[in-house]
């Protein structure tokens, strides 16, 4: 339940009885001031308070049982004040909280007990009172009598009224000083969390921040390495530019190149055409020249031997190759062979040694050297002989077939045997 104006609303009726008794401190005596200019209850109930406080007497002394021509001596105060509370007590209510359960209540939920002692102190100032005003105020108690029963039925049914809402608000007090007790564990926990998330957030920033400064550096390194890259990219895109210009330079020269250097190799295939032109006929006429010369110093010797060498098979049939042997002793030897390449097992790579014996059995024969075309028209092979020293020990000559050239013995089977050990036929 509220407790906001009419709380505020019973401070000051309080306030009223405490101003008759004459117990207000200055500020509270201002305060009521200023409160009375615009309540009128509260003006009401002061004139009531001083009422009681001024006419009442009569009517409490005949209530307790004091007749208005008793002696001051004779009146027993606190026995007057003890049969008052017992009288404002109703009949049936409930005892009055203990101490330890009132002793829980706010300061605000005790306004029924101020009030209480405002009125315990106003009935002892009118008792005080009572004997110096009892035969001026005989005649006003009675006119007031009434006004003053009815406002003590009133302080009775506010007096219950009060002690249930006590009790409630015992319970209701009890109930949420539990649920803020647990409030204030849970406020605790929360705070405890709090303290370890916040203390969690400043290693966190902590962190944040040695993170940031370090992405920083990188960023700033990355950015003066970026920087460099940029300039070495400029000045090779720079030299490739000058390269490419080079290139372009030496492309178009080279072009130029290719068609001068094409015009030249024409010229100079016509000149080999004609230069080779012209060898084949020197050479021809040399060699005519040096056939003309040999056939003089054949013609003209005088132990010239010539013999016609052929091989035949087993039924006497003379096969092919053959061949020709000039022989001058112990000056000149011209071998002519034709057909070799007709010869069974002849490859493109074989070759044909000529042999010469010194003795008929002789088993290592000098190799007076390879048989080579001299005419593709007439399958003409040829060999000369011109060391006096080999010609002189020569006995027989003979041909074979060799997978190599210049081999130190001969491999192959002998073919176009020769013997030189005859008498000259050509003087």
């Not at 049914?157 to 649920?179: K, P, S, W």
């Amino acid at each position: 339940m509220g407790f906001g104006p009419s709380l505020e609303h019973d401070q000051y009726e309080e306030l009223c009885a405490l101003a008759t008794a004459g117990v207000l401190s200055p500020a509270e005596s201002k305060r009521l001031t200023d409160h009375l200019e615009s309540c009128a209850e509260c003006r009401e109930a002061l004139e009531q308070y001083q009422a009681v406080a001024t006419d009442g007497m009569s009517f409490l002394a005949k209530t307790f049982g004091v007749h208005a021509d008793a002696d001051a001596d004779g009146f027993d105060e606190s026995s007057a004040l003890r049969r008052l509370m017992q009288t404002a007590e109703p009949e049936g209510t409930q005892p009055a909280p203990s101490a330890a359960v009132v002793s829980k209540a706010r300061v605000p939920h005790r306004t029924w007990a101020r009030g209480l002692v405002a009125a315990c102190v106003v009935c002892g100032a009118g008792v005080g009172a009572y004997w110096a005003g009892t035969h001026s105020a005989n005649a006003r108690l009675q006119g007031v009598s009434a006004r003053s029963q009815s406002t003590l039925d009133r302080a009775k049914v506010e007096t219950q009224t009060l002690e249930g809402t006590i009790l409630a608000d015992n319970r209701r007090i009890a109930a949420l000083e539990q649920q803020s007790a647990t409030e204030q564990n849970d406020i605790e926990a929360l705070r405890t969390q709090t303290e370890g998330a916040t203390q969690h957030v400043i290693q966190m920033t902590a962190a944040a921040d040695r993170a940031r400064s370090e992405s920083d550096a990188q960023m700033a390194a990355l950015r003066q390495e970026r920087d460099v890259t940029a300039g070495k990219l400029h000045d090779a895109e720079k030299m490739y530019q000058a390269v490419q210009y080079e290139l372009n330079t030496l492309r178009t020269q080279h072009q130029q190149d290719q068609v001068h250097l094409a015009s030249l190799e024409t010229s100079v295939d016509n000149l080999n055409g004609q230069l080779s032109e012209q060898n084949k006929r020197s050479g021809t006429d040399e060699h005519y020249l040096a056939a003309d010369k040999d056939i003089r110093d054949l013609i003209g010797a005088r132990n010239l031997y010539i013999a016609d060498i052929m091989d035949v098979n087993d039924t006497g049939q003379s096969r092919k190759p053959f061949g020709r042997v000039f022989y001058t002793k112990t000056k000149s030897l011209i071998f002519y062979a034709y057909d070799l390449d007709r010869q069974p097992g002849v490859r493109r790579t074989s070759t044909f040694q000529v042999w010469g014996r010194t003795s008929p059995n002789d088993r290592k024969p000098i190799n007076l050297g390879i048989l080579y075309m001299d005419s593709e028209t007439n399958r003409r092979w040829t060999l000369r002989v011109n060391s006096p020293e080999q010609l002189a020990r020569l006995d027989s000559v003979f041909v074979t077939i060799e997978p190599h050239e210049q081999t130190d013995r001969p491999t192959g089977k002998p073919f176009l045997y020769a013997s030189l050990q005859r008498v000259a036929n050509h003087p």
